[in-house]
C-alpha cells in the first residue's frame, strides 16, 4: 500500500476522475504526511470546483477520507454537503447513515442537509420493512424526529424487536438513548432481547449497552448484574487502555455494595499509556468508589486512594511533557469535570502559555471554545488568540468566528485592540449570514450581545421571518437539552435587543415563553437569601420596606427591590399584595396571570434592585466578574433600577463575620452617595 501512495503522490496531476482519486484517498488515507493530505484535499476541491464530479459516492468517500485523516477542512466539506443536497432524493438509509456518521465524527453539522434527510427518511418509512433496513432507518431518523414520527418508529420497532440481530438490537438501544425514549415497553422488549445476546458482545459493546440501559432508566436488576459481572470478564482481560477505562467508568455507575479487589491493580497496570481523557475517566470512577468506599470496604477506599494519587502524578506529569498544542488539544478536548478542576486545570494553563506561541489560525477557535468550557480567565492566552485572529482572519473560517469571540463575551474581558477583533470576526461572518446554521447564528448574537455589540444586519437576519421559521424547523432535529438552550438564548438576544438597541424596533414575542418557564419553576431563595431579607428588614425598617423574589420588566428576576425617596428614606410597600396602574393608567406588565406590583415612585425617587452574586457570576480563577451578570445589571439599569451587586466573596470574608457588619456593609451600598 506504501507503494500504492507513493506512486498517487508522483502522479496526482494527471488524476481528473473524481471516482479514481476518492477511492484512492480512502485506501491510502493511513499512510499519508500532512503535506500530502493538504495535496489531495486541494485536488479533490479543483475537481469539485471545475464540475468534474456530481456523483454523491466520490463525495461520500471524500469525507470519509477526511474523517480517517481526523481533519474537518469546511471548505471541502460545504462543497461535498452541497452535492448531497442535490442528490437527497437518490441517498438511501444506508448511505445517509453513513454520512451523517461521518460528519458528527468531524463536528460539521449542516440545517439543510438535516432537514433535507429528515423527510427524505420520513418517506423512506414504509419502504424499510425488513429488520436490516428499518434499523439503519431507525438510528438515523430517530434523534432527528419530532413526537409524531418517533411514536411511529417505536410502534415498528415494538412489531420487529425480536427479530433484530444482536448487533441491530444494539444500535436500537444506542438510538433510543440518545431519542430520550420513554417507552416503557419497547425498553422492556429490547432489554430482554439484549439479555439473550449479552455473550456474542464485545467489550466496548458491553459498555456502551450499560450506559443506554442506565440512561433509558430500564428497571431490571438481574439484566444489571449480568453485564456487571460481563464487564468484570472484559476488565481482567483487557490490555487496551481506553477500552479499560471505558469499562471502569460504566462499572463504577452500577449500583454495588463493593468492587473487584482486581479492578485497582488493572487500572494500575496500564496508567503509564493512558492519555488524559482515558486518565479522567478512571478519576472519575476512581472517585466515585472512594466516596462510597468509607461505608463498605475501608481498607478497599486506601487503595483507591493510593491510585488515585498515582493517577494525579501521571496526569500531571503528562502535561508538562507536553510539546505539541495540537495534539494537547485533541486529548483534552473532553476532559473536564471535578477531577480536572481540581488537578489538572492549573498545570493545563501552564502549558497552554508554554506553547502559546504554537497558537494558529488553524487552533484558535478550538483552544477558545476549550478556554470557555474551563470557566478561567487567562488574559494572556486570550491576548494571543486575538492577536492571531486579527493577523489572519482570512484563513480562519467564518462560522468559527462564534467560538473565537466567545471566551471574551462570556468573560467580559477587552483584549487589546478589542474593538478590531470585534470588527474583524463580524466582517468575516457578515456575507455568510445565511449559511450559518440558524442556532449557530443565535448563539453568535446572544455572545456579542453579552459584549453589548449589535450588528444591525445580524439581528434583522434573526429576527426576519424567513430566518425564525427556519430556526424552528431545526430546532426539532435538535436535542431536547440544545433545543430548550437555544429558545431561552433567542429569548435573551430579544430581550437585549428591546434595551438596548430601541431604534432597531425589534418585536418582544417571548411573554408567552417566559410564562412558561415560571409555571414549570417553583421560586425559592436560598440560605444566604434569607439572611440578606432579614437584615435589609432590620436596615429599611421591617419587611414591609423590601420585597424579596421579584420580576421585572422583561422577566429578569431579582434578589430584592427597595424604593427610596429623593431623600434616600425608604418607602414601605403599604400592601404586599395590592396592585399599582403604571404612569399611564394600564395595568402593569405581568407574567405568570399575576400582576407585577409596581410601586407608585414620587418625584427624584429611585427604585433599588439588591442582587447576591454566587460564584456562579465570576471567573473561577478570579474576582473577575462575568459577561452575563454584566449584562443584567447593564439591562436593570436601562429600566430604570439603580444595582447593587453583592459579591459572595465579600459577603462571606472575615471581614464581615458579624451581623452588625454586615447592616454596616448594607447601609454603605444602599444609601451611599
Not at 469539485?48 to 481526523?70: A, E, M, P
Not at 436500537?172 to 432489554?191: D, G, S, W, Y
Not at 458482545?201 to 430500564?218: E, G, N, R
Not at 463504577?252 to 492519555?275: E, F, G
Amino acid at each position: 500500500m506504501g507503494e500504492i501512495a507513493d506512486i498517487v503522490s508522483r502522479k496526482l496531476e494527471s488524476i481528473y476522475d473524481a471516482r479514481i482519486l476518492s477511492s484512492l484517498m480512502l485506501s491510502i488515507s493511513a499512510l499519508i504526511s500532512k503535506c500530502f493530505r493538504n495535496r489531495l484535499i486541494e485536488k479533490a476541491e479543483f475537481l469539485l470546483d471545475t464540475g468534474y464530479t456530481s456523483q454523491f459516492n466520490n463525495c461520500r468517500r471524500i469525507v470519509q477520507f477526511l474523517r480517517n485523516v481526523k481533519f474537518s477542512y469546511r471548505p471541502l466539506l460545504e462543497k461535498c454537503n452541497a452535492i448531497f443536497l442535490q442528490s437527497i432524493k437518490g441517498l438511501d438509509a444506508d448511505n445517509i447513515s453513513i454520512i451523517l456518521g461521518v460528519y458528527q465524527s468531524l463536528h460539521f453539522n449542516n440545517c439543510d442537509f438535516r432537514l433535507a434527510v429528515k423527510w427524505r427518511l420520513v418517506e423512506l418509512i414504509n419502504t424499510q420493512t425488513d429488520p436490516t433496513s428499518f434499523v439503519r432507518l431507525f438510528a438515523v431518523l430517530g434523534p432527528l424526529s419530532g413526537t409524531v414520527v418517533r411514536k411511529r418508529l417505536e410502534s415498528a420497532a415494538l412489531l420487529m424487536v425480536e427479530e433484530f440481530s444482536p448487533s441491530q438490537t444494539l444500535a436500537v438501544i444506542e438510538t433510543m438513548a440518545e431519542m430520550e425514549c420513554r417507552n416503557p415497553q419497547l425498553i422492556q422488549q429490547v432489554a430482554s432481547t439484549l439479555s439473550k445476546h449479552l455473550d456474542m458482545y464485545k467489550p466496548l459493546d458491553a459498555a456502551k449497552i450499560t450506559q443506554a440501559l442506565l440512561s433509558l432508566h430500564c428497571q431490571k436488576p438481574e439484566l444489571y448484574a449480568e453485564l456487571r459481572q460481563m464487564l468484570i470478564r472484559y476488565l481482567h482481560v483487557s490490555v487496551v487502555p481506553y477500552e479499560i477505562s471505558m469499562l471502569t467508568r460504566v462499572l463504577s455507575q452500577l449500583p454495588s455494595p463493593r468492587t473487584d479487589h482486581l479492578i485497582p491493580a488493572r487500572i494500575d497496570d496500564v496508567l503509564p499509556q493512558c492519555n488524559l481523557s482515558d486518565l479522567n475517566a478512571f478519576a472519575i470512577a476512581i472517585t466515585k468508589w472512594v466516596r462510597n468506599g468509607s461505608s463498605y470496604q475501608p481498607s478497599t477506599a486506601a487503595v483507591h486512594v493510593k491510585l488515585l494519587q498515582k493517577l494525579n502524578m501521571c496526569g500531571l506529569e503528562r502535561l508538562q511533557k507536553a510539546n505539541d498544542l495540537d495534539l494537547l488539544l485533541e486529548e483534552i478536548k473532553y476532559v473536564g469535570g471535578e477531577w480536572f478542576e481540581e488537578v489538572l486545570a492549573e498545570e493545563t494553563m501552564a502549558s497552554f502559555e508554554r506553547l502559546k506561541g504554537q497558537i494558529t489560525w488553524s487552533n484558535v477557535a478550538e483552544l477558545a471554545l476549550f478556554l470557555t468550557k474551563t470557566n478561567c480567565l487567562h488574559t494572556g492566552l486570550l491576548d494571543q488568540i486575538a492577536s492571531v485572529t486579527l493577523q489572519h482572519i482570512n484563513k480562519i473560517h467564518f462560522s468559527a468566528t462564534y467560538a473565537i469571540l466567545l471566551p471574551f463575551n462570556v468573560f467580559n474581558y477587552d483584549p487589546p485592540q478589542a474593538e478590531d477583533l470585534f470588527e474583524s470576526c463580524v466582517q468575516r461572518s457578515r456575507p455568510h449570514f445565511n449559511a450559518f446554521d440558524p442556532h449557530l447564528l443565535v448563539l453568535f448574537g446572544y455572545s456579542l450581545a453579552l459584549a453589548s455589540y449589535f450588528p444591525e444586519d445580524l439581528i434583522r437576519t434573526i429576527f426576519s421571518v424567513n430566518f425564525l421559521a427556519k430556526l424552528d424547523s431545526q430546532l426539532d432535529t435538535l436535542s431536547d437539552v440544545l433545543n430548550m438552550r437555544i429558545r431561552l438564548r433567542l429569548m435573551e438576544l430579544n430581550r437585549a435587543v428591546c434595551l438596548e438597541c430601541p431604534e432597531f424596533q425589534t418585536t418582544w414575542f417571548h411573554d408567552r415563553y417566559c410564562q412558561q418557564l415560571l409555571n414549570k419553576g417553583n421560586v425559592s431563595i436560598g440560605p444566604v437569601q434569607q439572611q440578606i431579607h432579614e437584615i435589609l428588614g432590620q436596615l429599611l425598617g421591617g419587611s414591609n420596606y423590601v420585597k424579596a423574589a421579584v420580576f421585572t420588566p422583561y422577566y429578569y428576576f431579582t434578589d430584592f427591590e427597595c424604593v427610596l425617596d429623593k431623600h434616600r428614606k425608604p418607602i414601605p410597600y403599604v400592601d404586599q399584595n395590592t396592585v399599582f396602574l403604571s404612569k399611564n393608567g394600564r395595568e402593569p406588565w405581568r407574567p405568570d396571570k399575576e400582576f407585577l406590583e409596581e410601586k407608585y415612585l414620587p418625584p427624584g425617587g429611585e427604585r433599588v434592585v439588591i442582587e447576591f452574586l454566587n460564584a456562579k457570576a465570576f471567573c473561577k480563577n478570579s474576582h473577575h466578574i462575568k459577561g452575563e451578570a454584566a449584562m443584567k445589571k447593564r439591562h436593570l439599569e436601562i429600566l430604570g433600577y439603580r444595582v447593587i451587586q453583592i459579591p459572595h466573596f465579600e459577603w462571606n470574608s472575615m471581614e464581615l463575620s458579624t451581623k452588625d457588619a454586615w447592616i454596616e456593609y448594607l447601609k454603605q451600598k444602599i444609601f451611599a452617595e
